[in-house]
T-cell receptor, first 113, second 115 residues
């Protein structure tokens, strides 16, 4: 089945610094979704990428899907304390496996004020 | 509150006991998913339903686990003869299957502790 690896596992930044997490696969992915989970909370959907080379922005967040559709990144510009949490990438195999998500291990972001 | 709800939020049980969790999805959503999450890991897929039909069950799910969605609305997840390794957060999510819709909405989870 689909597997995705995320790096780094942990990231500590000072407020105002940028943050990037990467999601990699050895196989071509049909799509990538990104979720955020606050401490003690549940995953919350951020975005889905489907097209090769796709770039989407949400305010300070920039999401990219690689040209080969084997990797993705989430970049946060000028982090704020509200960005604290674990960021997960997830994918499904599409077709009959639509919606059956495989999650990465997540990147835990800590923002120091 | 029109989000996904789960009950109970916490469950402590002794090894060997049976437990049942309930999930109420967003009302118009036809897909319902169950995941398990342990500390430091991402959610792990267990099973999912479209309306009342169970479409797939993870190979990782032993025969002690069973899920139902009898009327295509709420769902229950039962674990029989619980083991300490079953201790985890059990998350339910729902989604609406339609063109361009893919996001899953997660509930707050049920944290199971098996002693």
């Amino acid at each position: 089945g689909q597997q995705v690896m995320q790096i780094p596992q942990y990231q500590h930044v000072q407020e105002g610094e940028d943050f990037t997490t990467y999601c990699n696969s050895s196989t071509t992915l049909s799509n990538i979704q990104w979720y955020k989970q606050r401490p003690g909370g549940h995953p919350v959907f951020l975005i889905q990428l489907v097209k090769s080379g796709e770039v989407k922005k949400q305010k300070r967040l920039t999401f990219q899907f690689g040209e080969a559709k084997k990797n993705s990144s989430l970049h946060i510009t000028a982090t704020q304390t509200t960005d604290v949490g674990t960021y997960f990438c997830a994918t499904d195999a599409g077709g009959t496996s639509y919606g059956k998500l495989t999650f990465g291990q997540g990147t835990i972001l800590t923002v120091h004020p | 509150d029109t989000g996904v709800s789960q009950n109970p939020r916490h469950k402590i049980t002794k090894r060997g006991q049976n437990v049942t969790f309930r999930c109420d999805p967003i009302s118009e959503h036809n897909r319902l998913y169950w995941y398990r999450q342990t500390l430091g890991q991402g959610p792990e897929f267990l099973t999912y339903f479209q309306n009342e039909a169970q479409l797939e069950k993870s190979r990782l799910l032993s025969d002690r686990f069973s899920a139902e969605r009898p009327k295509g609305s709420f769902s229950t997840l039962e674990i029989q003869r619980t083991e300490q390794g079953d201790s985890a957060m059990y998350l339910c999510a729902s989604s609406l299957v339609r063109a361009g819709a893919y996001e899953q909405y997660f509930g707050p989870g049920t944290r199971l502790t098996v002693t």
